[in-house]
């Protein structure tokens, strides 16, 4: 644990912060840490002299200094934030930011924004992450500028690689005559974003509260934009803790938002994309984080069916309803028209690698010679270098860099405009092959999920046939990443129609995204009635579990699934891959990848936290009764985890 | 009388060598990690596919063993005898075929 709790530093900073040094030194506090000291040297037993009796029991001497104020600046800064709309601020409290929590919450009543008790950094951020993806705006998070920032930094790069704002204040004592302590020197850093800037879209260290007010504005106006990213502001602890200077307090002003409207194609490159599809005989759409918003999803089931274009859903967001006859379908192979939108790393798309777990391995296109590629993505906006998570150079006949969501009305009507009877009549017919095209892969998804039906470990397809026949006539929100975790089953069994369905998954596949950002996307969800679900993975459960009593603490109902196969599997199957290539030691591959002896009780764990909890759960038929009951409780508004033990994938 | 012995042994060896064991197949279907892949019941997963019931005879899949196709990493006979291919195979016989979806009301409810 690197934050400092040490209680002796924090005694030696609660001394220096009581009165001034030469108060101090006069004191009887002082004289009692004094003796404190030498009793400490000394005799444990030793009996009070009679200097520490007088001072413990004699009046306290008037205080040489008060030092109170009607105005810290960390009062402005509250407004400033507030004035920028967020529901809640997700913090582990941390001394650099104490000015702004105060102010959060005794001048801000612990409304707009509330503080969210977080047990670690990265936690909160993940939290954040998930959050934004329900509510389409950020939520806050304070932290250290140093020991915070470092927990929090895998986060942040998990939200960066997922095009999801969060808001991040960091506290700091730049000025050096400020700091008290060995606390506050390990606390303090020239730079704090630094750590962050190669994944982060902004960063700014305000050195007045009128700069904080125009930085604290003008960061959420680049974080709004898209591609959206986490911004960081730095809260100088002491612009926070001082009294609003006379300067500040006749110029500091919070600047007017007005958020840029997102970029949307060119419009004769617009034109050209729909000339191409509506030209084209076998087009496949490609959706990767194509809609941010409700509304972008609406618009992509318009496009498919104005085209009668199938949608491969690449799930990075709920772009594409599953039930729909367009879903899933087309052959990269064969189509003549490919259009990637908002598709991170397009290059995988479409080429095929072999072997698959063989670095530098022989890849190969699999589009045919001639096939016209086209791309719609806000990712080119803004791409940054030193974290690679940009993928291979695609080589396309029509890069459109521009947000896929605000583009496709303009491309919806070019494509209206250019659509004649005979193309209608060609795409109906095209879409009638692919209705049942997925009606024939949705039989075979419930044939296979039949295999193993009654096995223990439960299959991860009897997992999702029992919870899909709890939720499905619930107004539901699944908050964990199951592809391909789970082995994609509920996107291959459930019935996905509405945006908050679904949010995708880690961004940059950090492990430790999975609980906080469900608990986050449940707390959005919470005020629309919804019914939240996890299906958590184990390893990743134990990174910082302390955000189940976050959910408890805060009343947020989410039901968690424990996908307990006792393994960090996908590693595990590397480990297996490397030694049968070695051919040595294949049934060795659990050393340092597994997670038994002891197996891990996580219904306890929750019950710990204050988590409704049942397990663990191998016999399949105990797990409908299971469900029931935790949905029970979450419909009243708490959260509950039902541990199963599971099938690897 | 001795070479005879001899003879009816030399000719009973690769039966013997060629017995299934489905009891070992299933400690070394784990053991070896092969459940990582296609599951505990070799149902099959995103990571791997479907081995039961077993679609190759039990020479198809030592072949296929040695020298798989896509992802999956070849195991020799350094780490993965022809026996126990065999005896997983053995294991992989033992399960028993799905109830039709019609049969398993949660399956059969989703359309």
């Not at chain 1, 193309?423 to 999920?449: D, I, N, P, V």
Request: hydrophobic share 40%; proline share 7%.
């Amino acid at each position: 644990m690197p934050k400092s709790k040490n209680p002796v530093g924090r005694r030696g900073f609660l001394k220096g912060a009581a009165a001034g040094a030469a108060a101090l030194v006069a004191s009887p506090a002082g004289l009692k840490a004094q003796e404190a000291q030498a009793q400490t040297k000394g005799a444990a037993t030793s009996l009070p002299s009679a200097r520490l009796a007088a001072a413990e029991t004699a009046p306290p001497p008037p205080r040489v200094d008060v030092y109170t104020t009607d105005r810290p600046g960390s009062d402005f800064m509250a407004d400033v934030i507030k004035s920028l709309g967020f529901e809640y601020v997700a913090a582990n409290p941390g001394s650099s930011f104490r000015g702004l929590h105060e102010s959060f919450v005794n001048y801000g009543n612990n409304k707009s924004p509330e503080l969210l008790t977080c047990c670690h950094e990265e936690s909160s951020v993940a939290m954040a992450h998930g959050y934004a993806k329900i509510e389409g705006k950020p939520m806050m998070i304070m932290a250290h500028g140093t020991v915070g920032l470092q927990h929090a930094s895998m986060a942040i790069y998990n939200a960066f690689a997922d095009r999801v704002p969060v808001y991040i204040v960091l506290g700091n004592i730049a000025d050096v005559a400020w700091r008290r302590s060995d606390v506050e020197w390990a606390h303090s850093v020239q730079d704090a974003a630094a750590m962050v800037r190669d994944y982060t879209k902004f960063d700014d260290a305000p050195v007045s509260l009128g700069h904080f007010a125009e930085s604290a504005v003008r960061a959420y106006k680049i974080m709004m934009t898209p591609p959206m990213e986490p911004v960081v502001i730095v809260a100088d602890a002491v612009l926070q803790e001082e009294p609003m200077s006379e300067a500040d307090r006749r110029s500091a002003r919070i600047p007017k938002l007005t958020l840029s409207s997102p970029p949307a194609g060119d419009s004769g490159a617009v034109a050209e994309a729909a000339r191409m599809l509506v030209a084209a005989e076998d087009p496949v759409i490609i959706a990767g984080r194509a809609a941010r918003t409700p509304a972008g999803l609406k618009l992509l089931v318009e496009l498919a069916e104005l085209l009668q274009a199938p949608v491969q859903d690449r799930r990075f967001r709920m772009n594409f309803p599953s039930s729909h006859p367009l879903y899933g379908g087309g052959n990269l192979a064969t189509a003549d028209v490919i259009m990637a939108l908002e598709v991170p790393d397009f290059w995988n798309s479409t080429h095929t690698q072999t072997p698959v777990n063989r670095m530098g391995m022989e890849s190969r296109s699999i589009v045919k010679p001639g096939t016209k590629l086209i791309t719609i993505y806000s990712g080119d906006l803004a791409e940054k270098s030193n974290y690679q998570d940009l993928g291979r150079y695609a080589e396309v006949d029509l890069a459109i860099a521009a947000d896929a969501e605000a583009t496709l009305p303009a491309l919806i009507e070019a494509c209206k405009r250019l659509i004649t009877a005979d193309r209608k009549r060609a795409f109906g017919e095209r879409g009638a092959k692919y209705a049942e095209a997925a009606k024939r892969t949705k039989a075979q998804a419930l044939e296979q999920a039949s295999y193993a039906w009654d096995s223990s470990p439960i299959t991860t397809a009897r997992v999702s046939a029992e919870l899909w026949n709890q939720i499905r006539n619930e107004d539901w929100s699944l908050l964990s990443d199951v592809n391909p975790f789970f082995s994609n089953w509920p996107t291959r069994l459930w019935d996905f129609e509405k945006h908050h369905n679904y949010i995708g998954g880690h961004g940059a596949y950090g492990v430790g995204y999975g609980a906080p950002a469900a608990v986050g996307a449940a707390l959005a969800n919470r005020k629309y009635g919804r019914l939240s679900v996890n299906i958590q993975c184990d390893g990743d459960l134990n990174y910082a579990p302390g955000v189940l009593w976050t959910a408890a603490h805060h009343h947020i109902p989410l039901l968690s699934v424990m996908h307990n196969n006792r393994a960090y599997h996908q590693e595990l199957m590397y480990i297996e891959d490397m030694a049968a290539r070695a051919q040595r030691g294949v049934d060795t591959a659990k050393v340092g990848t597994g997670l038994f002896d002891p197996n891990i009780d996580y219904a306890t764990l929750a019950k710990a936290y204050g988590v409704y909890s049942a397990g663990p759960i191998e016999n399949p038929n105990d797990l409908g009764p299971a469900l029931k009951k935790a949905i029970e409780v979450v419909k009243k508004g708490e959260p509950a985890l039902i541990d199963v033990i599971t099938q690897p994938r | 009388m001795k070479k005879l012995s001899l003879l009816t042994l030399a000719v009973m060896l690769p039966a013997f060598s060629f017995a299934q064991n489905a009891e070992n197949g299933k400690r070394v279907f784990v053991r070896d990690g092969c459940y990582e892949c296609h599951g505990y019941n070799g149902q099959g997963t995103i990571a791997g596919a479907r081995l039961a019931p077993p679609v190759l005879d039990a020479q198809g899949m030592i072949r296929y063993v040695r020298r798989p196709a896509g992802a999956m990493p070849a195991f020799t006979n350094k780490v993965l005898s022809d026996q126990e291919v065999n005896d997983i195979y053995a294991y992989l016989k033992t399960m028993p075929a799905p109830k039709p979806v019609k049969d398993i009301p949660l399956l059969n409810q989703i359309k």
